[in-house]
């Protein structure tokens, strides 16, 4: 029983709040109260479009916040949106929502990670927009 205390108390929640169209990547112990060292990226997207994802992924979803069950799904919801925004094309956006639901757990992890990593080097949008681009070039997005 202590163990499932201990489990519990050190269990990550991963979160995915909105403030308008911003959207804010975070993980915390503490869902309650997110430090600014535990968000993993910041972009302008269309929250209808993320709750959707989410929802397709068994998130919970929550007012204006996405709880993620494991790493692997906010992961996945980390890539959308970050690459989201620099696609224009209609068509072009359903293909990454579908390529995003069917990346395997490497890929998956590879891109999160180091969209995470420039964010947390710049802290600026602009500045991910040369990784974007080769995840485009890579699952031809472009």
Not at 39 to 56: C, Q
Not at 99 to 114: F, G, I, K, M, P
Request: aromatic share 14%; glycine share 2%.
């Amino acid at each position: 029983m202590t163990e499932q205390l201990i489990e519990q108390e050190t269990k990550l929640s991963y979160i995915v709040s909105f403030r308008g169209k911003a959207a804010i990547f975070a993980w915390s112990s503490t869902p309650e109260q997110t430090l600014k060292s535990s968000v993993d990226l910041k972009t302008k997207t269309r929250p209808s479009e993320i709750f959707w994802l989410a929802e397709n992924l068994g998130c919970t979803l929550g007012h204006k916040k996405i709880f993620a069950s494991n790493l692997d799904i906010y992961n996945r919801l980390l890539i959308y949106a970050c690459v989201r925004p620099a696609i224009k094309n209609v068509e072009k956006a359903t293909n990454l929502a579908t390529l995003v639901l069917e990346l395997n757990s490497y890929d998956t992890q590879y891109w999160a990670s180091r969209f995470r990593e420039l964010w947390w080097k710049h802290g600026n949008y602009k500045l991910l927009l040369k990784a974007v681009k080769a995840f485009k070039l890579f699952f031809n997005l472009e």
